[in-house]
């Protein structure tokens, strides 16, 4: 029960995605083969694919193999950038398969233990493969904490941070950075859990998780210098979550909370350019009506809106009248919205969010 309590204080693995090399499959086994399709007036094959031999010398053919189980999935399919040959690959939760859930932390021990016990069932199941030659073809990471503010408080934050060439995705309880080769996500774990009707009342209150996924064997080997499962257990595990705390450095918390406080002046600033050559005069009043002071108390702050300010308009009775109507607009919202959001800054917010994923 005390490991338990480990809610993600360290970087740990999620899912693994396992390409298997070498492997019999039995005669007598657990695969569900999905038929070749074929053309109805003729009856002649579309894809037919050569699945497997089986240890009796029996050739399976069709367009793919799946077993799926409560632990693992498993599919036998052709290679997808060439039609001739066959790959078999195994995917899989290391926390869920420990816990029967995906929120705890599993130690590089426990971790081992699940991929021993995947490798059972698929003997047992008529698959037969020694799980250590396996080559890693997806490895996820995550780390869990539990944030001081609600999820949207911090919702701001990830719209300036964004990974380079990646493709970023914001929703309403999660924020996704991703190319092809990786994907850095954030998202409210105990939200995610009640759409999937999993009982919270275990759980802390409130938790935000950040999973890093290396989406390929090339990307795996590029980040942590190996891509075996021999190799994640002989010490390539303390390696995975040493790299892991400087990827999320290098992609998303790279700044100091001044940059982070310049970038979010840098955005409010474009707007401001705009309102001020559309409506010249009173435009910071269209400006506020436009946007609404909910808006910029949540995205910015008085402070972050001062520094936009500062940078586009030289007279400073007009930036201090423009703080004073902010300042005022924002105590009756305040008084409107009662407690939904925080007051915090985006320097505070991201501070706390650097020194609990980073630590």
Not at 106 to 122: D, M, N, T
């Amino acid at each position: 029960l005390q490991s338990l309590q480990q809610i993600g204080t360290i970087m740990t693995l999620d899912t693994v995605h396992l390409h298997l090399t070498d492997y019999s499959v039995q005669a007598e086994n657990s695969l569900t083969i999905e038929p070749s399709p074929y053309k109805a007036s003729t009856g002649e094959l579309v894809s037919d694919f050569h699945l497997y031999t089986d240890n009796e010398g029996r050739q399976v053919n069709g367009k793919k193999a799946h077993w799926n189980t409560p632990h693992f999935q498993l599919t036998f399919a052709p290679f997808t950038k060439s039609l001739e040959g066959v790959s078999c690959f195994v995917q899989f939760s290391v926390p869920k398969v420990h816990y029967g859930n995906n929120y705890y932390s599993v130690g590089e021990q426990g971790s081992e233990a699940v991929f021993k016990e995947i490798e059972k069932e698929l003997w047992e199941g008529g698959v037969h493969t020694d799980i250590s030659t396996c080559n890693i073809t997806r490895l996820d990471t995550f780390k869990n904490i539990e944030p001081e503010e609600n999820f949207n408080s911090y919702s701001p934050l990830f719209g300036l941070l964004k990974m380079r060439r990646g493709v970023d995705r914001q929703y309403p309880e999660s924020f996704l950075l991703r190319n092809s080769q990786q994907q850095f996500c954030v998202y409210d774990k105990i939200a995610e859990m009640k759409k999937r009707q999993v009982d919270i009342s275990p759980f802390p209150e409130k938790t935000m998780r950040f999973e890093h996924r290396c989406m390929n064997k090339q990307k795996v080997q590029n980040v942590f210098g190996f891509s075996s499962v021999e190799s994640l257990f002989e010490g390539g595990y303390l390696t995975v979550k040493k790299r892991q705390v400087e990827e999320w450095k290098d992609s998303l918390f790279r700044y100091e909370v001044e940059e982070v406080m310049s970038l979010g002046s840098s955005v409010i600033e474009q707007e401001l350019r705009y309102f001020r050559e559309k409506y010249k005069r009173n435009w910071f009043d269209w400006f506020l009506k436009s946007n609404g002071t909910r808006y910029l108390a949540e995205v910015a702050g008085v402070e972050v809106v001062r520094m936009a300010l500062q940078n586009i308009e030289a007279e400073k009775t007009m930036v201090w009248r423009a703080e004073k109507t902010l300042e005022q607009a924002r105590r009756e919202s305040d008084f409107v919205r009662q407690a939904e959001s925080t007051n915090k800054t985006l320097g505070t917010l991201y501070l706390e969010l650097k020194e609990k994923v980073l630590n």
